[in-house]
Each structure stands twice: as structure tokens, then as C-alpha cells.
């Protein structure tokens, strides 16, 4: 990983700066007169800037893209999985919300660092990613995380469709059941299951592109975090009147607010500019994760025919090639001009 900041402005490397400050501060506050063992040997490892910031793709001007900026993402890596549990981190995430010297808004992921490493070790894309492209902020030393094992064509094929398929029919189901609340004008159950579509439809989306997604209701961090992926998604959700925005702030809060709030309440016009905007999104989802898919889909063939090839010149030189082997050679044959075919 990198560990300059050089090519960002340096009112964003002050407010970096800041975000480490504030994230040691609450952190050690959060364990202060702690008697369990782990909590008193707990320690923050290493604090890693990551997304468009660390690849200087960041978009910083609220009048460009339907009113989207870029957030810093901040990945923080902990000495035990159980001090990345939330109430670890509400007071750092408030802090870090409204601090009036940090501009962007700050997207913050704590797990262990063993927890990670054992992601890397299962080629989880999100965190490959992290360690090609990420800058480290703070390290209490220098010790790197694990090299990672990337999947093969084939596996991260069918990981990633297994994760489409199952994630985008549970988001369809959703969308759904709230298209028949809507219809009977069950508002509040309607803003519930949009929620839970919209959701499942970032789920599936973050699933199927990186083999990663964080076990969130939150709809604010899930959308940032699938925006990143792909920028076209920010077309799903105009940001550009305030209106759009509090209706969508609505639908944030529906995940517990429509089942335990009596003051909840949702208009049928919000329901429909956001029932608009929901299939908006799925199409898009829908899209990218086809592309996906396919991309993922011709990696396979050219790996497939790759070992083909490797073994049909050793059936032509090497006489002592078994008969079965000839005969998996014709199997691998067939299966890859089927591929070949279904692909075109």
C-alpha cells in the first residue's frame, strides 16, 4: 500500500488529518477504565484512506453529478474482531459527521485485522482492491497484511453468480410486495419493504462486483459504497432538490422507524417519486452486474481455453499421454465451445 498523500489539495490532507485524530480520541475513549483483557490490549493497527480519494478520482464539486461528492473512505483495522463492533464506534461516527473542519463526509469500516487477512486469503475483490490501491494513514507498525489468493476464472464466476441470483430475486421479491402495499395503501408497510428492496438491490450489486458487503441497513453507506463501484449508479437517486433528498432520508429511516415509530410518516407522493427511483436502480444494478458477469464469464473461457491449448501440444509431443487423458481433452474441447457460444 501507499502511504502519501501528495496528490490530494492540502485542505483535504488537513482534514484527513483530522479524521485520524478524532478516530484515536473516541476509540481511546471508548475503552477508557476497560478491566477485560481484550479491550485493555486493544489497539487501533492501522488506519487506511481508500475509494476515489485514495485514487484521486474524487469529485468535490456538488454542482457536477446530480449533486453527488465524494466521501473519504476510511477502513480501520483493529487488534480484536470484537472491538469492530458498532458501539465501539457510534461516538467517532457522530464526531466525525459533524465536524465543521471536515468537509466530505467520512464512511468509516472497522474490522480485525485477522478478520481481513483471512478475506484476503479468500480473494475478496473489496479487499484486494484495498491493498492495491489504498494509502495507509496511520500504522502502529509496519507489519503488511496477508498477500492475497486470487480466485480463479472460474470459481469468482460462479461466486459471483450465486450472489446475483440469490440477491436480486430477494430484491425483486421486495420490490414486489411493496408494489401490492402501495396498491392497497398500506403506506408504512410500503416504505418498509421499499427499504428492504433497495437494500437487498445494493446487496446484490456489491456481492456480485466484489465478493464483499457489509451487514448494514443503512441505505446512506450502502449507496456510497456501491456508487464508488460505478459512478452511473448516482443516476438512480437525483440529489439536486432538497425535497429528493429528505424523501429519501424517509426511506432510510423506514428500516426501523415504520415498525416502532408512531410518528412515522410517508406521503403517496414520496412513495411514488421513490417506487420511480427504486426501479431506476434496478435496472441499473441489474446492468452492471450483467456486465459483470459476462466480463467474469469471458475470463473463464480464455483461462479454459488457455489449458486446452497446454494440453493439446503436450497430446501432439508426448506420446505418453494416457488414454483418459486424451479422452478429459475432448471433454474440455466441447465445454469450451459451448462457452464460447453461450457467451457470443
Given at each position: 500500500?501507499?502511504?502519501?498523500?501528495?496528490?490530494?489539495?492540502?485542505?483535504?490532507?488537513?482534514?484527513?488529518?483530522?479524521?485520524?485524530?478524532?478516530?484515536?480520541?473516541?476509540?481511546?475513549?471508548?475503552?477508557?477504565?476497560?478491566?477485560?483483557?481484550?479491550?485493555?490490549?486493544?489497539?487501533?493497527?492501522?488506519?487506511?484512506?481508500?475509494?476515489?480519494?485514495?485514487?484521486?478520482?474524487?469529485?468535490?464539486?456538488?454542482?457536477?453529478?446530480?449533486?453527488?461528492?465524494?466521501?473519504?473512505?476510511?477502513?480501520?483495522?483493529?487488534?480484536?474482531?470484537?472491538?469492530?463492533?458498532?458501539?465501539y464506534w457510534d461516538r467517532?461516527?457522530?464526531?466525525?459527521?459533524?465536524?465543521?473542519?471536515?468537509?466530505?463526509?467520512?464512511?468509516?469500516?472497522?474490522?480485525?485485522?485477522?478478520?481481513?487477512?483471512?478475506?484476503?486469503?479468500?480473494?475478496?475483490?473489496?479487499?484486494?482492491?484495498?491493498?492495491?490501491?489504498?494509502?495507509?494513514?496511520?500504522?502502529?507498525?509496519?507489519?503488511?497484511?496477508?498477500?492475497?489468493?486470487?480466485?480463479?476464472?472460474?470459481?469468482?464466476?460462479?461466486?459471483?453468480?450465486?450472489?446475483?441470483?440469490?440477491?436480486?430475486?430477494?430484491?425483486?421479491?421486495?420490490?414486489?410486495?411493496?408494489?401490492?402495499?402501495?396498491?392497497?395503501?398500506?403506506?408504512?408497510?410500503?416504505?418498509?419493504?421499499?427499504?428492504?428492496?433497495?437494500?437487498?438491490?445494493?446487496?446484490?450489486?456489491?456481492?456480485?462486483?466484489?465478493?464483499?458487503?457489509?451487514?448494514?441497513?443503512?441505505?446512506?453507506?450502502?449507496?456510497?459504497?456501491?456508487?464508488?463501484?460505478?459512478?452511473?449508479?448516482?443516476?438512480?437517486?437525483?440529489?439536486?432538490?432538497?425535497?429528493?433528498?429528505?424523501?429519501?432520508?424517509?426511506?432510510?429511516?423506514?428500516?426501523?422507524?415504520?415498525?416502532?415509530?408512531?410518528?412515522?410518516?410517508?406521503?403517496?407522493?414520496?412513495?411514488?417519486?421513490?417506487?420511480?427511483?427504486?426501479?431506476?436502480?434496478?435496472?441499473?444494478?441489474?446492468?452492471?452486474?450483467?456486465?459483470?458477469?459476462?466480463?467474469?464469464?469471458?475470463?473463464?473461457?480464455?483461462?479454459?481455453?488457455?489449458?486446452?491449448?497446454?494440453?493439446?501440444?503436450?497430446?501432439?509431443?508426448?506420446?505418453?499421454?494416457?488414454h483418459r487423458s486424451r479422452?478429459?481433452?475432448?471433454?474440455?474441447?466441447?465445454?469450451?465451445?459451448?462457452?464460447?457460444?453461450?457467451?457470443?
Open positions: 500500500m501507499k502511504s502519501t498523500l501528495e496528490h490530494l489539495p492540502e485542505d483535504k490532507q488537513r482534514e484527513l488529518a483530522r479524521v485520524v485524530e478524532i478516530i484515536h480520541e473516541e476509540f481511546s475513549d471508548a475503552l477508557e477504565g476497560s478491566f477485560t483483557a481484550f479491550k485493555k490490549r486493544g489497539r487501533i493497527l492501522k488506519i487506511i484512506l481508500f475509494g476515489s480519494y485514495a485514487r484521486d478520482t474524487f469529485v468535490d464539486d456538488p454542482h457536477t453529478m446530480k449533486g453527488y461528492t465524494s466521501e473519504f473512505d476510511i477502513l480501520v483495522l483493529v487488534s480484536s474482531r470484537k472491538l469492530a463492533e458498532p458501539q467517532a461516527t457522530d464526531r466525525l459527521k459533524w465536524d465543521k473542519a471536515i468537509s466530505p463526509l467520512v464512511r468509516l469500516i472497522v474490522h480485525g485485522a485477522r478478520e481481513v487477512n483471512n478475506y484476503l486469503a479468500e480473494g475478496q475483490f473489496f479487499f484486494v482492491d484495498i491493498l492495491r490501491e489504498g494509502i495507509v494513514l496511520y500504522e502502529l507498525d509496519e507489519r503488511p497484511l496477508a498477500e492475497p489468493n486470487a480466485l480463479g476464472p472460474g470459481d469468482a464466476l460462479k461466486v459471483a453468480r450465486e450472489y446475483f441470483d440469490r440477491q436480486h430475486t430477494s430484491a425483486q421479491g421486495f420490490l414486489e410486495l411493496s408494489r401490492v402495499a402501495i396498491s392497497r395503501k398500506w403506506d408504512i408497510h410500503a416504505a418498509f419493504l421499499l427499504h428492504q428492496a433497495v437494500e437487498a438491490a445494493y446487496s446484490a450489486l456489491l456481492l456480485t462486483l466484489t465478493n464483499h458487503s457489509l451487514p448494514s441497513h443503512n441505505l446512506t453507506f450502502l449507496r456510497g459504497l456501491a456508487e464508488e463501484r460505478d459512478r452511473r449508479l448516482v443516476e438512480a437517486w437525483p440529489r439536486e432538490q432538497h425535497l429528493h433528498t429528505v424523501w429519501f432520508r424517509v426511506l432510510n429511516a423506514a428500516y426501523v422507524k415504520a415498525r416502532y415509530s408512531r410518528r412515522f410518516e410517508v406521503s403517496e407522493e414520496a412513495l411514488s417519486w421513490l417506487m420511480e427511483r427504486a426501479n431506476a436502480l434496478f435496472l441499473l444494478v441489474e446492468s452492471i452486474c450483467r456486465q459483470r458477469l459476462a466480463i467474469l464469464e469471458r475470463e473463464r473461457v480464455g483461462h479454459t481455453d488457455l489449458y486446452v491449448g497446454q494440453i493439446s501440444w503436450r497430446r501432439k509431443h508426448d506420446p505418453r499421454m494416457s479422452a478429459f481433452l475432448l471433454l474440455l474441447n466441447r465445454s469450451a465451445a459451448r462457452s464460447r457460444l453461450a457467451s457470443n
